[in-house]
Structure formats: structure tokens, C-alpha cells
């Protein structure tokens, strides 16, 4: 059900950063998808955020800029608020890079890139998958998700310290 792309906090020959894929078109975190995907990251439409720590996020702006002239749909970034507000204000700023956000894609017509602010509880089903947005215990905007397919489910935090509300979703 869950690939796992990578799964550490720092990056060297024998480490990746943070990212699960759930299927060719969604991932939780984007710490390490093109280069773990090659061509095949184009392929990704959704990306759901626990936090916005570099080792999460390392990977969207060149989700986009590897990708632009193949992609056929916008990038969807959901997140809580504090973090959609972080990548928005510190990475897609013109600055560091391209607010692509904002950049009107030649042939789609649309921006490749859209923010979907999501809220503790709610549940976004995508590609057959039920996503859940649990809290989490880290920095602020920190989340985690609930992922259910069929009669399976798994739970991902992100980083995250002792947490009873977590502690008891698994127990349930």
C-alpha cells in the first residue's frame, strides 16, 4: 500500500529524506521523490504535508521546475495552514524560487502549482485512498495522516513526540 521513498531526517549516500508514496499520483512529503522516481515523478499530482521542515519539503519546487513542460494537471500541495503559509512565504516567493503558484502554465492554461489548506479531522479521499489529518506533536502547522484502502489502514506523524490522541488512534 506504502512505499516508503525515504525515511531520515538528514541526506547522504545512505539516507533519504522523508517521503511515502501511496500510489503513482500521491505522496505524504516530498523529501525525496525525483531523484527516487526519475521520469515518474511528473506522474505526481498530490502532495500532502506533515510539516514544513527541509528534509519534508526538499523536493517540491523540482516536482515543478524537472517536470514543467510534461506535466498534465497542477501539483496539489495540502497542508495545514502554518505550513502552507511557510512554502508559500519561504520557498514559492520569488526569492528562493518562483512563485509558481502564480505562473500561468503555457498550455494547461492554469498554474502548475496549487495550496489546499486541510484542517485536523478532515478526511480527503483521492485515487481510492481515505487520507485523515491527525495531530501531531512537533512544530507548529505539524500533522499527521490516517491512510485507509479498502480494509487496510496505516498511520504516518511525520516527526512527532510522545502523543496520547495518536497513541489512542492506534489502539482504535
Not at 8 to 30: H, P
Not at 87 to 95: A, D, Q, R, T, Y
Request: net charge negative; hydrophobic share 40%.
Amino acid at each position: 500500500m506504502i512505499k516508503v521513498l525515504g525515511a531520515s531526517g538528514s541526506l547522504d549516500k545512505n539516507r533519504s529524506c522523508i517521503s511515502f508514496q501511496l500510489n503513482d499520483k500521491t505522496v505524504i512529503d516530498a523529501g525525496n521523490l525525483v531523484r527516487t522516481l526519475g521520469q515518474n515523478s511528473h506522474t505526481i499530482e498530490q502532495v500532502f504535508l506533515t510539516h514544513a521542515h527541509f528534509d519534508h519539503i526538499l523536493d517540491l519546487p523540482f516536482l515543478i521546475e524537472t517536470h514543467f513542460d510534461k506535466r498534465q494537471k497542477p501539483l496539489q500541495i495540502f497542508a495545514l495552514k502554518e505550513t502552507l503559509e511557510i512554502v508559500k512565504n519561504h520557498v514559492f516567493n520569488e526569492i528562493v524560487w518562483p512563485k509558481f503558484h502564480e505562473i500561468i502554465h503555457p498550455v494547461l492554461g492554469v498554474p502548475l502549482l496549487t495550496f489546499h489548506e486541510i484542517v485536523l479531522g478532515e478526511t480527503v479521499h483521492t485515487q481510492n485512498i481515505s487520507i485523515t489529518v491527525i495531530p501531531a506533536n512537533h512544530v507548529a502547522g505539524s500533522c499527521g495522516y490516517l491512510i485507509k484502502k479498502h480494509d487496510t489502514s496505516c498511520l504516518i506523524t511525520g516527526d512527532s513526540y510522545i502523543n496520547p490522541e495518536t497513541a489512542q488512534l492506534i489502539n482504535q
